[in-house]
């Protein structure tokens, strides 16, 4: 009997349990999915409504900068970087799953060997022989006996089995295919959180490296400044030299030198640790790798158009990530409730069966089959599969409040990457004019030194606020770049509908990938 013709026969038998399922659960079987609704706004507030193509890739971004040393870091951190090798053995992991938990859509056939005797005690068998009362066993040609000298025959017998079983469940109700699908979705998932760890590993690449060149920058800012402080110091102690100078002006002095050294040891302490975190991003020691790093003043400032709020979601790993999380658990949830129906599994045997091994093969009497179907259909099980269908559609709504979080969350982080870059500009614009004049006030007050009509207090004050301002515009510059960086995220990184697809490709050619006929 082949099984459609099995199939149509267990028909009205599997229309009466599954009506028989929906009684005895006692529960409800509709689901209502959560509201998934919510278009995009037409523009962002911070950018003209304009169209545009997807930002450039990692490497390509990284070139906009116009430094040669921080393109090759960020091409060997795409290369080494282990945080995209963990991504990668998760895909491996998403594809390997999505084979097992496509297994129950095909036949499962193994081979059944069976060589097998079986020793029987006389003593258990012969006990009316023994005991000269009538003895219903008999001897025969598969079993050998062994006569003890009590009278007791112990019997030895063989059972020898070469052939195939093989099983399988009819899926009516989609409850195999829905697992295979939601498996088979989680393994593009996978894909999708790949491409979001890359794009955040070239955001810390870039942010270490520009923290980099801002430790060094800075660091050049507080040589020169203790120069400065130090200059003013000698000119005091000459002044101190021939009496027009006190004490206190020198003490003062001395404080402002001081305060100023020590800022360069925590600068020293961050240019060390960042070089050793960027090593770390690469994969390397932070013995193996030296970075030369320069200024970030020598750095060009990319320009970069975020186009609509709807190209932008379009072009998000993790976004895409999310939804395809989503689209998995709905099949997820499509299976629990196919648990409640009744399943039905076709099992059958070919070989050979014999109680001798030499009369096992060859011999038309020593075939053996048998073809079964068994239907099982779920009565009481103290609410397990009503728990079970409760957990997924409970496990949807969480992944529907994610997905719709992480659409806000992509649209709020471009906002704020336009905020940051537009106002760090103006920050620095500021910053510039403050330094400039600040620079001029020293001038002043150092020539008034020389001259000898200067306030030390005043003195003071004009050093402070000239080193202090001129560091402020150096994380002021910093910040501007980590926008540029923070704008590269929020845009996707240069990820677009066209990648979604190579990705997706990628994935079934993974599944249908090193399929042979044995295990």
């Not at 706004?41 to 304009?50: H, L």
Request: hydrophobic share 40%; net charge neutral; charged share 20%.
């Amino acid at each position: 009997m082949t099984a459609p013709a099995l199939s149509r026969s267990f028909r009205p038998a599997l229309a009466a349990a599954a009506t028989l399922a929906a009684a005895l659960a006692g529960c409800d079987l509709e689901w209502d999915k959560p509201n998934l609704s919510a278009p995009p706004p037409a523009r962002f507030k911070e950018a003209k409504p304009q169209p545009q193509p997807p930002i450039s890739g990692g490497r390509d971004f990284a070139a906009k900068f116009g430094s040669r040393e921080l393109t090759e870091l960020v091409e060997r951190a795409l290369d080494d970087n282990l945080d995209i090798a963990a991504a990668i053995g998760r895909i491996a992991q998403a594809d390997a799953q999505a084979r097992v938990s496509s297994a129950a859509q095909w036949p499962s056939i193994s081979m059944t060997d069976i060589a097998r005797t079986t020793r029987t005690p006389g003593t258990t068998i012969n006990v009316g022989s023994a005991s000269g009362g009538f003895n219903p066993a008999t001897t025969s040609s598969s079993s050998s006996t062994a006569t003890s000298s009590s009278g007791f025959r112990a019997r030895n017998f063989g059972f020898f089995q070469l052939g195939l079983t093989a099983s399988y469940e009819v899926d009516f109700w989609g409850k195999n295919e829905d697992a295979s699908k939601a498996a088979r979705i989680l393994a593009n998932a996978s894909r999708f959180d790949r491409d979001v760890v890359e794009i955040s590993t070239v955001a810390a690449v870039l942010n270490a490296y520009f923290q980099v060149l801002t430790a060094q920058d800075r660091l050049r800012i507080a040589n020169q400044n203790v120069a400065i402080a130090q200059g003013v110091m000698d000119a005091i102690n000459a002044r101190l030299e021939v009496g027009t100078a006190t004490v206190l002006d020198t003490s003062q002095q001395e404080t402002i030198l001081a305060q100023q050294r020590a800022t360069i040891p925590p600068l020293e302490q961050t240019l060390r640790q960042t070089r050793n975190n960027l090593a770390v991003l690469l994969g390397q020691t932070p013995e193996s790798m030296t970075v030369k790093g320069g200024s970030l003043v020598k750095l060009k400032f990319p320009q970069i158009a975020p186009g609509l709020p709807s190209e932008v979601l379009l072009r998000r790993p993790d976004v895409a990530e999310a939804e395809a999380r989503l689209a998995s658990q709905e099949f997820s949830v499509l299976q629990a409730r196919a648990a409640f129906f009744p399943s039905l599994t076709l099992t059958g045997l070919y070989g050979f069966q014999s109680a001798m091994l030499s009369t096992l093969v060859l011999r038309p009497d020593a075939v053996a089959w048998q073809v079964a179907g068994t239907l099982t259909q779920p009565v009481f099980d103290g609410w397990n599969l009503q728990g079970q269908y409760d957990l997924q559609k409970g496990r949807y709504s969480e992944l529907a409040a994610i997905y719709r979080k992480q659409i806000l969350t992509a649209l709020s982080d471009t906002e704020n990457a336009l905020i940051a870059i537009r106002e760090t500009d103006r920050q620095m614009k500021f910053l510039g004019v403050a330094v400039s004049a600040a620079r001029r006030a020293l001038d002043a007050v150092e020539m008034r030194l020389r001259e000898g009509t200067i306030d030390i207090v005043q003195l003071a004050q004009t050093q402070t606020t000239y080193f202090q301002t001129e560091d402020q515009l150096a994380i002021a510059r910093l910040s501007h770049f980590q926008a540029a960086t923070s704008l590269y995220q929020a845009l996707g990184g240069g990820w677009s509908p066209t990648t979604r697809e190579i990705e997706i490709a990628r994935s079934n050619a993974a599944y249908e990938a090193d399929r042979g006929p044995w295990p």
